[in-house]
């Protein structure tokens, strides 16, 4: 179903179909998993089908990337897609700028590319885990480009106050989206 007033995908020139482009896997849902005494942790099949999806000009693997998320106290990860998405706002600055430099350090300086086992799993690197107290239960939560890996408490406060935003927004609109 699609809302009114809600953008429509874009069409190709005759307006009958959906704009070629490449493809895009989408992360939605949220997921409570467990990681191992290794810090390995299980990805839902949902999200590692979405990860493996090509994009033009990112070097394909078995894997995903993820860093420390850049305004929430979690990891972030994704796939192609998400990789584009940050190396695209950096190829807006002119190589060489302060702000490029800085883009990149914080973006491919901190990314890491984890690969899929044979289950499925993935093993989360140690510092991030301490950053944020990841041990144990996780909630891995879908944000559609990309999912976010959460420390169970960390994430129900900071759903608490996403669900504020969101009722202020809906208020402001009326309550229709």
Not at 116 to 140: H, M, W, Y
Request: charged residues 20%; glycine residues 10%; contains cysteine.
């Amino acid at each position: 179903m699609i809302w009114a007033g809600w953008p429509q995908p874009p069409t190709d020139s005759s307006g009958s179909g959906p704009l070629s482009g490449p493809k895009r896997g989408v992360f939605l849902s949220s997921h409570e998993k467990q990681l191992d005494a290794k810090r390995r942790l299980l990805v839902p099949q949902d999200f590692r089908a979405a990860a493996l999806l090509p994009y033009d000009g990112v070097e394909s693997f078995e894997g995903l990337y993820c860093f420390a998320a850049i305004d929430a106290q979690c990891i972030e990860c994704g796939g192609a897609t998400f990789f584009a998405t940050y190396r695209d706002v950096i190829n807006e600055y002119p190589k060489l700028s302060p702000t490029r430099k800085a883009l990149e350090h914080r973006f491919y300086g901190a990314m890491q590319r984890l690969s899929f086992d044979t289950a499925g799993r993935i093993t989360l690197p140690e510092k991030l885990c301490q950053s944020f107290n990841l041990t144990g239960d996780v909630v891995l939560t879908g944000l559609g480009d990309s999912f976010q890996i959460w420390e169970p408490a960390a994430y129900d406060a900071y759903a608490a106050e996403q669900d504020r935003l969101v009722a202020a927004a809906m208020s402001r609109r009326g309550g229709n989206p």
